[in-house]
């Protein structure tokens, strides 16, 4: 999952959704969507990745401080 | 994972229980009737008892002094017991009638008006404007104070028709109800967004940007070698959307930015459905501190309703007993194109009866 | 007070009989450099018509994806205080009660970390803690949790529910909004501070159709109070408001939308069945009259600000359903809703834009209801319906 994050950083923002769909996509149905939540919680509890907000919510690498804005 | 001791997360707020006045709960679900023994001043029986209730004004962005103010009138004259309005009011819940009179005369020493109730003026809900927003074509809080300094007087008195709910939103976005309030302050864009093509290629996702204008005025293009956007300025109605999802398209425009007035909404189902606040005043000038014109506007909307409504009617349901055409002789605000609908849902807005008043 | 603060606009603003957002500010302005910034920054804000603020930025509590509004001065150089202004929402308890005692604690805490002021509340319902700077987010963030307290929603979430006073001060409660905002908060916590929707997801809960929270025109969910059978009359109370010389005719029997009320000096009747539960006749005689004994609440869907397609109010989708805990068919409903409008909808696209792009009845299949004449103010008067059951030719053979 933090692949896929990773590998669409600075193209698209991803969305929680996003992920759920992309990891059934490559797994089939042996991912639930209860599965790809605690992933996700999982990536962002460990810092792995950060939540990013631009008139929606979505999934991203962390980046420095304020950098967004400069 | 993260392995820092006794870091709490999703424990959600704090049970409501524990800050319920005793009589609140000794009478929970079992209220009988209310009485409003003057105006600010409400009183709730059920069998344990009666509670009175003291509603006084807020300015809502209110300091830690404030708050400490509040509190300890609070724990002087309510055992500590306050709540605050969805329209950012303070009540202390009084268990002891003799209390209220010198609650009251505190909270007057300290300049805070009492009141708000009932067919009143209640506080304003309103948004941040520049004191603390990117995409505001206004300031709420100057705004605010501006207009309720004028209106002070029917909110501590119950003499309009019926309530009178005022919100200001200082864009497009509205947070707050002003697309329901009987009559709202808009802050207004009037220019389209300027872009800024060194910052917005690295910035900006662009189909996101491209996709999130509500009139497809904003396609791709290509500057330099490095891909940004353009805007179709004839399509463009100022939304601010594309500068939600892309900070290099800024709206902010000293010279054009200001606010709209809007009249005749209401959120309740009490006799007729909810409805839409409509336009009333298409452009005022941004002029702090005091935003005079904004202010006279509203005063002359509010005094030409109170004259001529029917007790309990609201400002829309006045309108539509009236008819626009008269709403708009009796105020003399004039009438133009900008009042006529042209996006989604425009149609539903054409007259098409005859039923107009000669 | 600071020397250096020359604020000759906003002084303007400490005149008059309302109070003054300036004097208070000005009061903490001693003691926070950030209050005192964020005056000199608006000041010049009013000199120049125009905000100075730049676009959010990615800062939060670990872990959470919502709760904290980041904000930065365009002109930090300036306005040093106010470089960093972050917001912390502060999930409120449910009908915005409280006592000095916690109220305070979360002040000295305040003081402590932020810059001294706040909004009570925010429009979403939030006790909104105004100002303070990325370092200190997290220590807050802590010291808010050991007092009991959480963060509220922001970005693409479930945002904070609220509520009226309901039962705990009002005789027009139809259902206990108290306990069901927070059972509703407690339940959805993970959906509240991890963004996993296309857009924000409000509820508001009103415990009658006077909506006290704006529920109707504000909220993705508007859980409303309701009752289905007669409106209860104290003939006692209601001789009290004749011999008072209550106007009974033109204060209520004409005031009535539907026409459902005669009385006289001597007597009230209603008829129930064609009442449309709008609550004008009990709040004129609060004491004579009240609402019915089958208590529930109508859920209605959809409303919004303008912002992206235009406003919408919300729309009917369940006429009743009894509210007692455990919730378990609203709970149901709720994420029958979710998964449909996560599955189907767009980005950036609200619950109430979704149904209008999808259709009503392509919803309500979604999400498992059956349509019903309350839905709608009126039965489509366009001839373009999409049938969906119709007879292929071997059939109609065997039908004749």
Known sequence: MYEIVAESAGKKKLKAGDLTRAMTAKYGDSVSRKDCKAAIKQLIDSGRCVYGYYGGSSIELPRTEGAANE | ?358 | MADDLKIPLLEELEKGPWPSFVSDIKSVADKSEMARDLLRQLEKSYEDKRGYWKHGGLVGVLGYGGGVIGRYSALPEEFPGVSHFHTMRVNQPSGWVYTSKALNEIMDLWDEHGSGLTNMHGSTGDLVLLGTRTEELEPMFQALTQKGWDLGGSGSDMRTPSCCIGPARCEWACYDTLDLCYNLTQEYQDELHRPMFNYKFKFKLAGCPNDCVASQARSDMAIVGVWKDEIQIDKDAYAEYIKDGFNVKEYVVDMCPTGCITADENDIEIDDSNCVKCMHCIARMPKALAPGKERGAALCLGAKAPIVEGALIAQVIVPFMKLEPPYEELHDLIERIWEFWDEHGKARERIGEFIERVSLATFLEGIGLEPLPQMVKQPRDNPYVFYEEYYAEEDEGEDA
Not at chain 2, 123 to 132: A, C, D
Not at chain 2, 193 to 199: A, G, H, Y
Not at chain 2, 271 to 276: D, I, L, V
């Open chain 2, 1 to 358: 994972m993260a392995t820092e001791v006794e870091r709490k997360t999703d424990i959600g707020p704090p049970h409501y229980e524990q800050f319920l006045h005793p009589l609140m709960k000794a009478n929970y679900g079992n209220w009988k009737y209310h009485e409003t023994l003057k105006p600010g001043v409400l009183a709730h029986t059920g069998e344990a008892g009666t509670l009175y209730t003291v509603r006084c004004a807020s300015p809502r962005l209110a300091s830690t002094n404030f708050i400490r103010q509040m509190t300890a009138l609070a724990d002087k004259y309510s055992d500590g017991y306050l709540r605050f309005t969805s329209r950012n009011n303070i009540e202390f819940l009084l268990a002891d009638k003799e209390n209220i009179d010198p609650l009251i005369d505190e909270l007057n020493q300290m300049n805070i008006p009492v009141g708000g109730t009932n067919n009143a003026v209640s506080n304003v809900v309103h948004t941040q404007g520049w004191v603390h927003c990117h995409s505001s074509a206004t300031d709420a809080s100057g705004l605010v104070k501006a207009v309720m300094d004028e209106l002070t007087d029917y909110f501590t008195s119950e003499k309009l028709p019926a309530r009178v709910r005022v919100a200001v939103a200082c864009c497009l976005n509205m947070c707050g109800a002003v697309h329901a309030s009987d009559v709202a302050i808009l802050g207004v864009h009037r220019t389209p967004p300027r872009i800024d093509n060194e910052t917005l290629p690295n910035l900006c996702e662009i189909p996101t940007t491209v996709a999130s204008c509500p009139n497809n005025a904003i396609k791709p293009t290509s500057i330099e070698g490095k891909t940004t956007v353009t805007v179709d300025e004839d399509k463009c109605m100022y939304c601010g959307n594309c500068y939600t999802v892309c900070p290099a398209m800024p709206l902010a425009d000293p010279l054009n930015d200001g606010v709209s007035i809007w009249v005749g909404g209401k959120i309740s189902n009490a006799r007729s459905e909810p409805k839409f606040t409509k336009l009333a005043i298409p452009y005022l000038p941004n002029n702090p501190p005091r935003w005079p014109e904004a202010v006279s506007a509203v005063k002359n909307i509010i005094e030409v309703y109170a004259e001529n409504a029917k007790p309990f009617e609201r400002m829309g349901e006045w309108i539509e007993r009236i008819g626009w055409p008269k709403f708009f002789d009796l105020t003399g605000i004039e009438f133009s194109k900008y009042h006529l609908d042209d996006f989604r849902y425009a149609g539903t807005t054409y007259r098409r009866s005859l039923h107009n008043r000669y």
